[in-house]
């Protein structure tokens, strides 16, 4: 942990993580901008769409991000790369707020979770992943991403056909939201994304904080 970091306020805390928050101003900035770089490119060339599901490694990413810079700084930095991501690689689609929203909180409770629980026995570090990816589940997942996108096609653009058929012949009930996240998790296999991508936090994320670069600050 960094030198007084204990001693800084809240929302200081809340901004950056203890890694920067005793860098310059433009040091900080600095570092922002790489992640957000970063993240810039993972959006653009490792995320793709299918229907109404989205597949990437942006759950992962957001989480390290919000780790390494900081809740805040992270959740800025996802908003961005998420809206830059866009810009370059639209392919014709209208910006779904939603979709940059839910990794953006991912990468601030991921900061939140590491930074401000104490955890003080062996092996802390991985029950702090787990409740970070607990917590990107319920809320990204979930709560923001799928409710974003069953409100997106209940109201604007209809309900998918092959949703429709999926509620109809394999579980047998009508059409609703606890329906639309089944199929989305399961027929639609956003599960195995959200899988693959909890087991990169687990395995990058001790890797970078043991670097030497990070290992004084986030260790």
């Known amino acids: 942990m960094c030198k007084n970091y204990q001693n800084k306020s809240v929302l200081q805390k809340l901004t950056f993580s203890p890694f920067i928050i005793n860098k310059t101003p433009a040091k900080k900035i600095a570092y922002i901008a790489v992640v957000t770089a970063f993240l810039t490119v993972c959006n653009t060339l490792l995320e793709f769409s299918l229907f109404d599901a989205q597949y990437s490694l942006t759950i992962a990413t957001s989480a390290i991000a919000g780790i390494l810079i900081g809740p805040l700084s992270g959740f800025a930095s996802c908003m961005f790369a998420d809206a830059i991501g866009f810009l370059m690689n639209s392919k014709g689609g209208i910006y779904m707020l939603w979709v940059g929203l839910a990794i953006a909180v991912t990468s601030f409770l991921a900061g939140v979770i590491f930074h401000f629980i104490r955890f003080k026995f062996k092996g802390a570090v991985f029950v702090k992943l787990a409740l970070i990816c607990i917590a990107s589940f319920t809320v990204g997942t979930v709560l923001i991403n799928t409710t974003g996108f069953y409100m997106y096609n209940y109201y604007v653009v209809g309900l998918p056909i092959a949703f429709l058929e999926y509620v109809s012949t394999t579980l047998g009930t009508s059409a609703n939201y606890l329906t639309y996240l089944i199929y989305r998790l399961f027929f639609k296999g956003l599960i195995f994304n959200c899988l693959v991508n909890y087991g990169l936090i687990f395995v990058l ?13 986030l260790q």
């Open 205 to 217: 994320t001790p890797m970078i904080i043991s670097t030497p670069i990070f290992k004084k600050d």
